[in-house]
C-alpha cells in the first residue's frame, strides 16, 4: 500500500472525503455486499467472519484484558513468533516432492523425448491431464470448496475432487483451511499461510518446505468441509488417493492408449511439475506484478499474462476484493476458463446458485479506487516539492469536483437501497413485481452516473498525460 503523503490545504477536504468515503462504501456499500452470500446462508461464514484475528495470531491467551497488553509485550510476542518462523522444522514428505519432482522432470522429459517417439495420443493425455488437474484446482478447490460461490452435482463435485488429488497440493482440509487463512490475514508475516510479505520464494513454494506455523491449520475455519463424508475420506487415505491417481490412474490410461512410460513422464510427471507452480503463480507472482484496479489495500494484482497459465485466476486483486464471486475475470472479455467452465455446467444444470456482484459494485470499486490513484498524483508531485503546473491545477480542481459529484451519487445509491429494503418490507405481495421494476430503473440510472464518473476521470487522468490502465 503506497503511504499517504502530506499534502496541502486546497485538497485535505477532498483527501479526508476519499478516506471518509472509503469508510461509508466498507460499511454500507461494498463490504456488505461482499459478505452477504456468505452470511447469508453460511454457519461456516460465521464462524471464519466472526472468529478473533488472534485466534491464530499473537497472543495466546484473548480473554478481555488483552487491551491491556501495552506495545512492548506485544513486539515481545511478534519476535517470540518470528522466531518460530526461523526454528520451523522441515516438512520432510512435502520438500522431498517439490524437490525432487522438478528435478526429475527437468532431466527425465528431454532423456525420453530424445530417446523415444511419443505417440498423438500420449501427448493428447497430457493435455488433458494439464487441463483436468488444473482447472480442478481452480474451480474445485478454490471457488467451489474454499469460497462457496457455486454448487456443484455430485459428479461434477466428485470429479474436480480427483482432479485435485492428482494436482497433489495437499487434501481439500489442508488447501481449503489454508486458503481461507490467506484471505482473512492476506499479506499478514505472521498468520497469512503464504506471504507475499516474505518474499517471492516464500510465497510460491517456501511456505511448504517448512513447518512454519502460520501453516499450521486446525480446520476451525472449514466447518462445512469437515461434515462432508468424501473429503473426510479423501483426507483420511489421502496419501494413497494420491499414489492411486498420480501412478495408478496415469499408468492404467497409459496402458490403454499403448504407451504406459510415456504417459507416466509426460501426463504423470511432467503434468505435476508444470501444475504445481502453475498454481503457485497465483500466490506469488499474483501478489507481485499486476494492476491494482480494486483496491490497494493488499498485494494481490490483476495480471493478464499470469491468467493464461492459471486457469483465470491471474486477476487476483478483484478476487482479493470480491472473493465470493464465482468470476475471478470479471470482464465478459478477460480470458478465465473457470467461470466458462462454470457457467457453461450451469446451463446444463450440473452446477447452480452461481454467486455474482452486481455491476454498480463492482464499477463503484473501480471508480473510488481512481480517486485514490488520482490522489496519489497529486500528492507526488507535491510531496516531490514541484511547482504545480497549470494542467495539474486543474487536474487537481476536476478531481475535487468529480468526487464531490460521486459522493453524492454514493449517497443517493444508499438512499436508494435503504428505500428498497423498506419497501420490499412493507409493499403487498401483488405490488412487489412493479416496485421490484421501478427499483430496476432507478438501479440503472445510478450505474449510469458512475460511469459517467469513470468516463470523466479518464479524461481528467489523460490531461495530464497519465496512462491510468485501471481507468
Ligand atoms: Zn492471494
Ligand atoms: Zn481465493
Not at 201 to 228: A, E, Q
Request: proline share 3%.
Amino acid at each position: 500500500m503506497i503511504a499517504k503523503k502530506a499534502m496541502g490545504l486546497p485538497l485535505k477536504g477532498l483527501r479526508l472525503a476519499i478516506k471518509s468515503g472509503d469508510t461509508l462504501i466498507q460499511t454500507a456499500g461494498t463490504q456488505a455486499l461482499r459478505f452477504k452470500t456468505w452470511f447469508d446462508d453460511s454457519k461456516a461464514g460465521e464462524v471464519l467472519n466472526e472468529q478473533p484475528s488472534a485466534t491464530r495470531g499473537y497472543i495466546t491467551d484473548k480473554s478481555a484484558d488483552a487491551s491491556k497488553q501495552d506495545s512492548v509485550s506485544m513486539n515481545e510476542t511478534i519476535d517470540i513468533r518470528e522466531l518460530e518462523f526461523k526454528k520451523a522444522p522441515i516438512n520432510w514428505i512435502p520438500a522431498a516432492i517439490l524437490i525432487a519432482t522438478p528435478l526429475a522432470a527437468a532431466v527425465v522429459t528431454p532423456w525420453y523425448l530424445m530417446t523415444h517417439q511419443v505417440s498423438a495420443p500420449v501427448w493428447g493425455v497430457f493435455g488433458a491431464f494439464m487441463v483436468w488437474t488444473g482447472i480442478s484446482i481452480t474451480a474445485g478447490y478454490h471457488r467451489l470448496l474454499s469460497h462457496r460461490a457455486y454448487k456443484a452435482h455430485p459428479i461434477v463435485k466428485n470429479f474436480l475432487l480427483l482432479g485435485s488429488t492428482l494436482a497433489v497440493q495437499g487434501s481439500a482440509f489442508d488447501w481449503v483451511s489454508g486458503h481461507r487463512s490467506h484471505h482473512r490475514h492476506v499479506d499478514d508475516r505472521l498468520d497469512d499461510p503464504y506471504s507475499a510479505k516474505r518474499g517471492f520464494f516464500f510465497s510460491h513454494m517456501g511456505w511448504m518446505l517448512r513447518n512454519y506455523p502460520s501453516g499450521r491449520f486446525d480446520y476451525k475455519n472449514i466447518p462445512d468441509l469437515t461434515k462432508d463424508k468424501v473429503l473426510q475420506i479423501q483426507h483420511k487415505y489421502y496419501g494413497l488417493w494420491v499414489l492411486a491417481a498420480n501412478v495408478g490412474l496415469v499408468a492404467a490410461v497409459g496402458w490403454l492408449i499403448g504407451d504406459v512410460w510415456g504417459t507416466l513422464v509426460l501426463a504423470g510427471l511432467l503434468r505435476l511439475v508444470l501444475t504445481h507452480h502453475f498454481t503457485f503463480f497465483i500466490n506469488s507472482l499474483c501478489h507481485i506484478t499486476g494492476t491494482r484496479p480494486y483496491t490497494d489495500t493488499n498485494t494481490a494484482r490483476d495480471n493478464f499474462f499470469l491468467a493464461l497459465f492459471t486457469w483465470g485466476e491471474g486477476y487476483h486483486n478483484y478476487h482479493h476484493f470480491f472473493q465470493y464471486d464465482y468470476r475471478n475475470g470479471v470482464k465478459w472479455w478477460q480470458y478465465d476458463p473457470t467461470k466458462w467452465l462454470i457457467a457453461g455446467l450451469s446451463k446444463v444444470g450440473l452446477t447452480s446458485e452461481l454467486r455474482t456482484v452486481d455491476d454498480t459494485t463492482i464499477k463503484h470499486a473501480e471508480v473510488q479506487m481512481q480517486f485514490k490513484q488520482a490522489q496519489q498524483q497529486i500528492d507526488t508531485v507535491k510531496s516531490g516539492g514541484l511547482d504545480i503546473t497549470h494542467a495539474m491545477q486543474s487536474f487537481q480542481d476536476r478531481i475535487k469536483f468529480e468526487f464531490e459529484a460521486f459522493t453524492q451519487t454514493v449517497e443517493e445509491w444508499q438512499a436508494l437501497k435503504a428505500k428498497a429494503i423498506e419497501m420490499k418490507k412493507t409493499e403487498f405481495a401483488d405490488r412487489l413485481h412493479e416496485v421490484d421494476e421501478n427499483l430496476k430503473h432507478e438501479y440503472a440510472k445510478i450505474e449510469e452516473k458512475i460511469h459517467a464518473h469513470n468516463d470523466n476521470l479518464k479524461i481528467a487522468f489523460r490531461s495530464i498525460g497519465y496512462n491510468n490502465k485501471a481507468a
